[in-house]
């Protein structure tokens, strides 16, 4: 059967939530090639949600993670509708969109349904809802024809997997309610081409499901319904998750105490809001969540253990913003500086906390004092400048800040906002007798940390101008690192900074050999 791209290029493949609406097949497929009828939308209906009803050329809409949160995975979303409509956003293009934060590449399927004959295909159902009978019976001619829909969806990703940047071996099938009908249908009639590596029936119908054998292969499968869903779907998600339990497979069930039927991504401020949370721990769990592209700290702590240290970071900025105990014990163990003694402080971020550990030597022969905190911000440097600064009373300061607030380690950033903060830290200075030098903030064209923020070089650039302009402005000692650190793309080379932001102790002797005769002239003025 020969396929087609509706949009051929697929350069877009790595931009965050890229859609391509890809035709299943050329053409009307088999089974339906008398349908005269087309594809329509209903957002006015009981359901209260955008339906989709006549589909009769088949398609999946492709939503694509960004390459820095790509796994490789993919998951096939069959929204469900009682084969006569699809509910295309709460139960397709929403969940899409969760799966690409969580960097799986999510499919929507369109499959064909029932012929609807008036413009309120919804009402048209909720009629046929009171006799489940008679609704199979007229179910039952379309169910096969959605099942190769599915069969052609899978064989479709997993044949074009190299360009969508996929695993063709963690391709999974996912539905809701009739959805998950088609997904076990799918997974119980597949061959090594079109069948899923994992599988999730969400509130699925199981006497129109077409088969019963469990897949020799291991295919994991994961189960969630409501206890009170009103179309009785329960008892059949238990059925299903002990076939495949009894099978072998790796199998896990989440019956919900309320929620109803159809929950999908509906808030209902209820536990099954967050149903898909645990399917995204579930995900974690089979090893379908391990990003193909982990940025410098991930590969070097593993992705778990940055996860993690996100989260402390966050609950720390929400305990102890400006972490202001870090030097508590060395400030109270540094005495008083003695007559004569030039001693400096240099203050800022993870820059000075690496720049004073790689070459304590170069600090403790010039009286240099580091009190750089990784991460930190212009207004959390502000908040311990008392005690990081004048309580050690030097004769001057080397205030060096504006990475991360380019970065928003700690909000979106704003540029007056942490020239205000500089400013503020050198009046503080200056008005308690110690002298000022301000450096420029250091070349990066992106920060392996928060890769989502893209190139902000020219940023960087802008932010250097305000602190020179406002240096000159005051006649304050303006070093400029930028100038003598930055290449062709105004970021750094990895000789000077491995990771583009951090130095390495090439890039700390060109720091050293600019910083040291601004600080001895200002010490002698």
Not at 21 to 45: A, C
Request: glycine share 8%; hydrophobic share 40%; proline share 6%.
């Amino acid at each position: 059967m020969k396929i087609q791209l509706t949009i051929a290029v697929l350069f877009a493949a790595h931009i965050a939530f890229a859609q391509q609406v890809i035709q299943l097949y050329e053409g009307k497929p088999k089974g339906s090639e008398d349908w005269t009828w087309t594809e329509q939308t209903s957002s006015n209906n009981l359901f209260n949600t955008e339906v989709v009803y006549n589909v009769v050329r088949p398609t999946l809409t492709a939503y694509l993670p960004p390459y820095y949160l790509a796994t490789g995975t993919a998951v096939i979303i069959a929204p469900g509708g009682a084969f006569h409509t699809l509910s295309i956003n709460s139960e397709g293009a929403d969940v899409a969109k969760w799966l690409n934060s969580k960097g799986v590449a999510a499919f929507v399927l369109k499959y064909r349904v029932v012929h609807s004959v008036t413009d309120d295909p919804v009402r048209e159902l909720m009629a046929k809802m009171g006799d489940f009978k008679q609704l199979d019976e007229e179910n039952d001619k379309v169910i096969p024809l959605a099942m190769a829909d599915g069969l052609t969806a899978v064989r479709y990703v997993r044949d074009h997997a190299k360009a969508f940047d996929i695993n063709p071996e963690k391709i999974g099938f996912m539905g809701f309610s009739a959805g998950g009908t088609l997904t076990m249908s799918v997974a119980y009639n597949g061959t090594d081409e079109n069948r899923p590596n994992f599988v999730a029936p969400i509130y699925a119908y199981e006497p129109a499901i077409i088969g019963a054998t469990v897949p020799t292969a291991k295919t994991p499968i994961f189960v969630a319904v409501a206890g009170d869903d009103q179309l009785g779907m329960m008892p059949y998600s238990i059925n299903i998750y002990k076939k495949w339990f009894d099978a072998g497979q790796p199998a896990e069930l989440h019956i919900y105490e309320k929620g109803g039927h159809g929950f999908g991504m509906r808030k209902q401020n209820l536990p099954t809001d967050s149903w898909y949370e645990r399917f995204g721990d579930w995900l974690h769990l089979q090893g379908y969540l391990k990003k193909l592209y982990p940025n410098k700290y991930e590969k070097l702590f593993g992705e778990d253990a940055f996860a993690e240290g996100l989260v402390k970071s966050g609950e720390q900025l929400q305990t102890n913003f400006a972490n202001l105990g870090r030097y508590r014990e060395a400030n109270e163990r540094t005495a008083p500086p003695k007559p004569g003694e030039n001693r400096v402080v240099f203050l800022g971020n993870s820059i000075t906390e690496g720049w004073a550990s790689a070459d304590s030597a170069f600090f403790a022969d010039h009286h240099y004092i580091g009190r750089g905190i990784s991460g930190q911000t212009s207004p959390q440097l502000l908040l311990r400048f008392r005690q990081d600064v004048l309580d050690l009373h030097p004769k001057a300061v080397v205030i060096h800040i504006g990475t991360n607030d380019v970065a928003e380690n700690t909000g979106p950033y704003d540029p007056e906002f942490t020239m205000g903060n500089i400013r503020s830290m050198a009046e503080l200075a200056r008005a308690n007798g110690i002298k000022v030098i301000l450096a420029s903030v250091l070349p990066a064209t992106k920060f392996e940390w928060r890769r989502a923020l893209g190139d902000r070089s020219a940023m960087i650039v802008d932010l250097n101008k305000r602190i020179k302009a406002y240096a000159n402005q005051e006649k304050i000692p303006y070093v400029d690192y930028h100038s003598a650190m930055k290449n062709d793309r105004n970021g750094m080379d990895p000789n000077i900074a491995e990771d583009g932001v951090h130095p390495t102790m090439d890039g700390y002797r060109i720091m050293e050999s600019l910083i040291v005769p601004v600080v001895e002239r200002v010490l002698k003025e």
